[in-house]
């Protein structure tokens, strides 16, 4: 089992920059390999927005590159989802992923992010 608790959602400004964090915990912590943030809007299906292996292989789909980037801190045990330039279209909730060894995914409960014209 693996617990996650994503924070730093909050309301700012188009060209702001938020941080979120996602810190895990539980007994199959060690066994995370794969980690990702997604995001969902109102009337949209949910969506990934970046994602990190635990050999250090990001991906990010294409409306967030070069504005978002995923990161880990493995002392902390927590990834982060560093946001920069933001638009109004990134208005979303954004829920943190992990997947560990057995294809078991757990989720966070989401973060709300509202971006401002």
């Known amino acids: 089992q693996v617990q996650l608790v994503e924070s730093g959602g909050g309301l700012v400004q188009a060209g702001g920059s938020l941080r979120l964090s996602c810190s895990f915990s539980g007994r199959d912590v060690r066994s995370i390999y794969f980690m990702a943030w997604y995001r969902e809007a109102p009337g949209n299906e949910r969506e990934q927005v970046s994602s990190l292996t635990t050999g250090g292989f990001a991906n990010y789909a294409d409306s967030v590159k070069g504005r978002f980037t995923i990161s880990r801190d493995n002392a902390k045990d927590t990834v982060y989802l560093q946001m920069n330039n933001l638009k109004p279209e990134d208005t979303s909730i954004y829920f943190c992923?992990?997947?560990?060894?057995?294809?078991?995914?757990?989720w966070g409960q989401g973060t709300q992010v509202t971006v401002s014209a």
């Open positions: 992923s992990v997947v560990v060894y057995g294809a078991r995914t757990f």
